[in-house]
């Protein structure tokens, strides 16, 4: 198994939901690319991580 922290920044509101971009590490491809967070979660956060775990 292998864990990888993913980050974003803020992009933009829409009706519902905050759009969050990827920041990749320097020299990587996105692995989500945008993400869609509902507001009542986000807030008024600016960066989120997410963790992904993955199991072979």
Same mark, same amino acid.
């Given at each position: 198994?292998?864990? /990888?922290? @993913?980050?974003? $920044?803020?992009?933009?509101?829409?009706?519902? !939901?905050?759009?969050? /971009?990827? @920041?990749?590490? $320097?020299?990587?491809?996105?692995?989500?690319? !945008?993400?869609?967070?509902?507001?009542?979660?986000?807030?008024?956060?600016?960066?989120?991580?997410?963790?992904?775990?993955?199991?072979?």
């Amino acid at each position: 198994m292998s864990k /990888k922290v @993913v980050k974003f $920044e803020y992009e933009k509101e829409t009706k519902n !939901s905050v759009r969050f /971009k990827e @920041v990749p590490d $320097e020299g990587t491809a996105p692995i989500l690319g !945008s993400l869609y967070v509902q507001k009542w979660f986000a807030g008024n956060s600016k960066t989120i991580e997410i963790t992904i775990e993955k199991k072979d």
